[in-house]
């Protein structure tokens, strides 16, 4: 079973994740039993599962070392740094809201690390079962200087900095340090009592004490209200907060040089490939806000979403939000810079690469996309198709032709480098991608300078 | 007992008693304040993306 461990799963001694017969499950050792039958015996758990705050899991096996849960699986795990800014919001309100409902019913969160959530069924979701610990009276919650690090710190500097700071946390999976984000904020921030409380004197406590090795300042009490008003506090500010941002990508089909008709047929064909598929899975890599995913009439289990611009995937999300699609996850992601592997041995968190080949979608959607990847990222047809060959066997894929404007503005902005492009046609296009897919079909758009392919690894 | 497999910070445990009472303050003055509004007919109802951090137990207990 160790062998089958999962690499992210070390640093809670009360037990670990492992895969067993190609399903997740986890092992809980007598350290947490105590914990675990009283979650289990007062009902709370269930409680969690029926608010869909927590996922939900089975008992498996129970012997006097060890108890085997198996949690339902979740298609695929996002993490915080693939996340939209309102996605992060909803991942922090939820911990905050387990954490009151938790000190509500006699337990605590012991820890309060993003990593502890992802997005499932169209919601933030919470799938470390072993977080919770009880509660003990007029004790400070210890976690608060996590959720700080990892929820409300990368969220602020969004708010004052935009959504690319959301990318932090790819470096610092651990959580922001405090000091440096008291060095980001602007001073107005020390003018406000929340954040000044929360953030610069929490940092300056910090520092105060950061050289008692031995452990010897002793914690102040705190009253089970005092903890409620904190999670409260922290609870509405981050409601509140949002972003100024409006995006490259924001009213894109409004700008596009798709005219209504040429739109509609690409949607339509789009349809019938997918449908002719029986596609239960699917990932459009630059799916900009999913628009088209949502032109899709065939029933999807799981759709990823993703695209570049934060703006473009926080209104898919809020549009998912408001109609309620359990099947779309809308991911942050640059296709020229895919999440690495990151953490201890660089597998703690696993990249996105990995995933994705992991999740195995029947098809893949990059709909006006191999242009950017071509002429800004420069990546030739060889090295593109071999990426999308990585991860799934079927690719719909839209070509923009040279005569195309979007197409025109890219090599224009080449300069003296333009001609070194010329191999950017058609021709040169099926050559390069026919070395590994079958062309199954290929449809030009009437009156737009784009040809669809339906391609299928060899 | 806690398992310690991450640092809380000596630090972060003791701010959180003047953490508390600012949030104290702040929260009296909201409540007040939306007293204040809802008399007069200010209060406006948002229509929110997300809900309150309160959990429903009485759907839990129907079931």
């Not at chain 1, 029926?50 to 198996?70: C, G, R, W, Y």
């Not at chain 1, 708010?159 to 932090?168: C, I, P, T, V």
């Not at chain 1, 939000?321 to 597998?347: M, Q, R, Y």
């Not at chain 2, 972060?12 to 809802?38: C, D, H, R």
Request: proline share 3%; charged share 20%.
């Amino acid at each position: 079973m160790e062998n089958t461990r999962h690499t992210s799963s070390f640093r809670d001694p009360s037990g670990f994740v492992f895969t067993e017969d190609n399903l997740l499950k986890r092992i809980i050792f007598p350290i947490y039993f105590k914990q675990y039958n009283a979650l289990n015996d007062s009902g709370f758990f269930n409680k969690l599962f029926h608010n869909q705050l927590l996922v939900p899991h089975q008992e498996l096996k129970k012997s006097a070392t060890e108890i085997h849960i198996q949690p339902e699986q979740i298609p695929f795990i996002s993490y915080p740094y693939e996340w939209s800014f309102n996605q992060y919001k909803e991942a922090a309100l939820l911990t905050l809201k387990i954490q009151k409902y938790s000190l509500e019913h006699g337990f605590s969160l012991k820890d309060a690390s993003a990593f502890n959530v992802t997005f499932h069924n169209g919601q933030a979701l919470f799938i470390d079962t072993l977080s919770f610990d009880f509660y003990n009276e007029n004790e400070p919650w210890r976690a608060y200087k996590q959720f700080i690090t990892h929820f409300l710190a990368p969220l602020l500097l969004a708010h004052y900095h935009g959504a690319q700071s959301l990318k932090m946390m790819t470096n610092f999976i651990d959580g922001i340090p405090i000091n440096m984000l008291t060095s980001m904020l602007p001073f107005k921030t020390k003018l406000n009592p929340f954040l000044y409380s929360n953030i610069h004197l929490l940092a300056k406590f910090e520092d105060k004490h950061n050289e008692d090795y031995e452990g010897t300042a002793n914690p102040k009490k705190l009253s089970k209200k005092a903890q409620l008003n904190i999670i409260t506090s922290l609870y509405d500010y981050i409601k509140k907060l949002n972003i100024k941002e409006y995006s490259e990508w924001g009213n894109y089909y409004e700008k596009t040089n798709y005219a209504q008709d040429a739109f509609n047929y690409k949607a339509d064909l789009i349809n019938s490939w997918v449908h002719k598929l029986n596609t239960k899975t699917l990932i459009d890599v630059g799916g900009n806000d999913g628009t088209f995913v949502r032109r899709i009439t065939h029933k999807l289990d799981t759709a990823i979403v993703c695209d570049i611009d934060n703006n473009a995937v926080d209104f898919n999300y809020t549009t998912l939000k408001i109609n309620k699609e359990k099947h779309i996850i809308p991911l942050v992601l640059d296709v020229l810079n895919p999440s690495a592997g990151l953490g201890f041995n660089n597998t703690e968190r696993d990249s996105f690469l990995n995933r994705i080949q992991q999740f195995s979608p029947d098809v893949t959607l990059a709909l006006a996309l191999i242009h950017h990847i071509t002429l800004s990222g420069n990546v030739t047809f060889n090295m593109s198709a071999n990426f999308f060959a990585s991860f799934s066997k079927h690719l719909i894929i839209e070509f923009p032709n040279r005569e195309d404007s979007w197409v025109q503005r890219l090599l224009n902005t080449k300069g003296e480098f333009k001609a070194h492009f010329d191999f950017y046609s058609e021709e040169n296009f099926e050559e390069a991608y026919s070395k590994i897919f079958t062309i199954v079909e290929k449809v030009s758009i009437p009156n737009a300078k784009r040809t669809m392919y339906f391609l299928k690894l060899k | 007992m806690y398992f310690l497999y991450f640092d809380p910070s000596v630090g972060a445990m003791i701010v959180q008693a003047i953490v508390a009472t600012v949030a104290g303050v702040i929260l009296f003055s909201k409540n007040l304040m939306y007293k204040i509004k809802t008399f007069f007919g200010l209060h406006k109802h948002q229509d929110d993306l997300y809900e309150d951090i309160n959990v429903d137990d009485s759907d839990v207990d129907k079931k």
